[in-house]
T-cell receptor
Framework: DAGITQSPRHKVTETGTPVTLRCHQT?????MYWYRQDPGHGLRLIHY???????DKGEVSDGYSVSRSKTEDFLLTLESATSSQTSVYFC???????????FGEGSRLTVL | QKEVEQNSGPLSVPEGAIASLNCTYS??????FFWYRQYSGKSPELIMS????GDKEDGRFTAQLNKASQYVSLLIRDSQPSDSATYLC??????????FGKGTRLSVIA
């Protein structure tokens, strides 16, 4: 158990509403990541963080923002949700030795 | 752009057979290689890692790496129906984020 908790686990929202997904870790890992997973596309990196207030964009960052004000929490925000952002979102932390990732249980978001 | 390619499958094998999953990658600077297993509706789970050329065995799983050919594979011996899942290959170079293939769906037929 990598000590990662995602919330909410399921959410249904309407187009144009803001949505925030939370990732919480208990093991003081420096690196945290947000991926989305869609059929036919696999896991795609949205944003990642390499420390408090240090974040960078991934390959599919448009429409998303992130914040990390403390080590244990990494927030993903959709400022104005669109139907194309319907997906399963995974948070991950990076192992300290060799770069492997450990994933949270995922958050399923449906935008109507 | 760094790419990791996998055959999407499905790969169907009979129970007890060897399942062979393959992955190629584009970045010659890649240093670490991982295999994840993902059951339907669940999150990816790390099952193997390999860092140097050759074979690495862990129980029924063997990872094989050939950096010259930019090729990594996963063999599952004595396949069981419980091995039916999607297997994701992932590659990392330096401190860059992990890049995933789209996964190969494995079906083990009892």
């Amino acid at each position: 158990d990598a000590g990662i908790t995602q919330s909410p686990r399921h959410k249904v929202t309407e187009t144009g509403t803001p949505v925030t997904l939370r990732c919480h870790q208990t093991e003081n890992h420096r690196y945290m990541y947000w991926y989305r997973q869609d059929p036919g596309h696999g896991l795609r990196l949205i944003h990642y963080s390499y420390g408090v207030k240090d974040t960078d964009k991934g390959e599919v960052s448009d429409g998303y923002s992130v914040s990390r004000s403390k080590t244990e929490d990494f927030l993903l925000t959709l400022e104005s949700a669109t139907s194309s952002q319907t997906s399963v979102y995974f948070c991950a932390i990076r192992g300290v030795r060799t770069g492997e990732l450990f994933f949270g249980e995922g958050s399923r978001l449906t935008v109507l | 752009q760094k790419e990791v390619e996998q055959n999407s499958g499905p790969l169907s094998v009979p129970e007890g057979a060897i399942a062979s999953l393959n992955c190629t990658y584009s970045d010659r600077g890649s240093q670490s290689f991982f295999w994840y297993r993902q059951y339907s509706g669940k999150s990816p789970e790390l099952i193997m890692s390999i860092y140097s050329n050759g074979d690495k065995e862990d129980g029924r799983f063997t990872a094989q790496l050939n950096k010259a050919s930019q090729y990594v594979s996963l063999l599952i011996r004595d396949s069981q129906p419980s091995d039916s899942a999607t297997y994701l290959c992932a590659v990392i170079a330096g401190n860059t984020p992990l890049v995933f293939g789209k996964g190969t769906r494995l079906s083990v037929i009892a």
